[in-house]
């Protein structure tokens, strides 16, 4: 009996991690991670219980999300289940029930709150309020062409969240790096949503495709990701950073000017490819080139 009850269990929580794509952490974990170095920077060294600060900032990235993409499971199951394009979910395909995605939404929340209590007093403060971002966003194509917008911030959160960790207080500058994330995201999401324009418009739900079509939303999504170019050169002009960060910042653009010659309004057959493999690369490249840089600037004050 317990037997069954424990692979039961491991069961489910398989398939929860399946379907809320743990794997896709890699999207905003090394900005959250870049402005922890960044705050590590600004104090002049890595102290030494830096790593176990890195470590926390990781759980709590890790809880967040995973409370934020099973409550979206959860809300937006009876959607998926109509949409064509979703309808293989698991919870629309009877894989999961809605009990155990409750269950397992409440504990990845716990978790996020226990390792923010564990970060600094600030961290446990703000908690609740970065957990209503992350969580409520799944409601916002409901009401609002800007769901977009709400998701980037709801990423943009977490590199000056790791500040906050790291220095206990937040500086406005790295809002420059939180400005960025949110403009990357919401560009990279307006190009994922195109690929539901027509269910979105019977529906009656709420995108930037939607709203203006899908031309023009290509063209949305290309301005937004001007605007993550500019926030991070302006992070790059307040905090002084070095050649490293700058040819990562074009590094980052040459990956975006590909990722838009991947999608055209008439063939979206490679928005899969422009959404998970370049945005993965952007993520990546840009924190091995901002924490080498990062890592000169240190070892030249020492």
């Not at 916002?140 to 790291?166: C, D, E, M, N, Q």
């Not at 207080?169 to 190009?191: E, H, K, N, Q």
Request: hydrophobic share 60%; charged share 10%; proline share 2%.
């Amino acid at each position: 009996m317990l037997y069954n009850y424990v692979v039961g269990l491991f069961q489910n929580l398989k398939i929860t991690l399946e379907m809320i794509k743990w794997e896709h952490s890699i999207f905003a974990l090394p900005f959250a991670l870049t402005g922890a170095l960044l705050a590590f920077r600004e104090s002049g060294a890595f102290v030494a219980s830096g790593w176990w600060v890195l470590l926390w900032i990781v759980i709590a990235m890790v809880g967040a999300r995973s409370a934020a993409m099973a409550f979206n499971r959860l809300v937006d199951a009876d959607i998926d289940g109509r949409n064509p394009r979703t309808k293989g979910r698991h919870l629309p395909a009877g894989l999961l029930s809605r009990n155990f995605c409750i269950g397992f939404t409440v504990a990845a929340g716990a978790l996020f709150m226990f390792a923010s209590w564990e970060l600094n007093t600030l961290c446990f403060r703000l908690a609740p309020l970065a957990l209503a971002v992350v969580l409520l966003y799944s409601y916002t194509k409901r009401f609002t062409h800007f769901s977009h917008l709400v998701l980037g911030f709801a990423l943009g959160i977490a590199p000056a969240a790791a500040w906050i960790a790291v220095r206990g207080s937040l500086d406005p500058r790295i809002l420059w790096l939180t400005a960025a994330v949110t403009f990357w995201t919401a560009g990279f999401d307006i190009i994922y949503s195109c690929q539901d324009f027509e269910f979105d418009s019977e529906s009656q739900l709420f995108s930037i495709p939607r709203a203006l079509g899908i031309i023009k939303a290509l063209m949305v999504a290309r301005a937004l990701h001007v605007l993550m170019i500019f926030s991070l050169l302006m992070l790059v002009y307040q905090l002084q950073l070095g050649s490293l960060a700058v040819a990562g910042v074009a590094a980052v653009a040459a990956l975006l000017i590909y990722e838009h010659t991947l999608v055209k309004a008439g063939d979206l057959s490679r928005v899969n490819a422009a959404f998970f493999t370049m945005n993965g690369w952007v993520s990546v490249l840009f924190f091995v080139f901002w924490a080498a840089d990062i890592f000169i600037h240190n070892q030249k004050i020492q």
